[in-house]
């Protein structure tokens, strides 16, 4: 969902029957989010967020459409993912962390320029627990947290909180819950 307030654009995840799961449409609408602030003159920033309690797990395996969903044009496939996209905007991207960020969810945290994170967060990178092999977090993780805890994110898909993803560089601020909209504004 695409809200515009003044000069700063806001896409918000709000698949809540679905604990806000990307369908390969949202990911293709983020993608579209970014490139649309970058391509508007009025437009300084984007916000990225989540509904309730959780800002995305990542993508629903189940790769499914629902009904209302925008398809996703033929031939697309993994280039249709935000990740590269978000991490290359000319303008800021800004993660504001409500609560369960793992998987693809936390690719698009990592990516943005900066990510601000509500003290009730939570992160993993559950791909292991699913099979999947993952080479943006092989390539990107490191980079944020080191080699060492990279390994124990990846092989272990332990959930962490904010204070610890504050504390290993996976993140750079936290903030109170309800101070998160201000504080992704003061960001943007």
């Known amino acids: 969902r695409l809200e515009r307030e003044g000069p700063i654009l806001w896409c918000t995840i709000d698949r809540p029957h679905a604990r806000n799961a990307l369908t390969p449409s949202m990911y293709f609408g983020i993608k579209k989010a970014v490139h649309l602030v970058n391509a508007d003159k009025d437009l300084r920033a984007l916000i990225l967020t ?3 309690d959780v800002f995305a797990p990542g993508g629903d395996l189940g790769g499914r459409y629902e009904e209302g969903d925008q398809k996703v044009p033929e031939g697309l496939h993994y280039e249709m993912l935000p ?3 978000i991490r290359e905007s000319m303008a800021p991207v ?3 962390v409500n ?3 793992q998987a693809g969810g936390l690719l698009i945290a990592m990516m943005s ?3 601000v994170v509500s ?3 939570t992160f993993r990178v559950p791909e292991l627990l699913r099979g999947i092999i993952d080479a943006t977090y092989a390539a990107t993780l490191p980079v944020h947290v080191g080699m060492a805890q990279a390994r124990d994110l990846l092989l272990s898909a332990r959930r962490i ?3 610890e993803a504050l504390a290993m560089g996976l993140i750079s601020r936290v903030v109170p819950h309800e101070q998160l909209r201000e504080e992704a504004l003061k960001a943007a």
Do not use: K
Request: glycine letters at 14%.
């Open 50 to 52: 989540g509904t309730g």
């Open 83 to 85: 990740f590269v996209t």
């Open 94 to 96: 800004i993660s504001a």
């Open 99 to 101: 609560g369960i960020c």
């Open 113 to 115: 320029d900066i990510a």
């Open 119 to 121: 003290e009730r967060a």
């Open 161 to 163: 909180d904010a204070a």
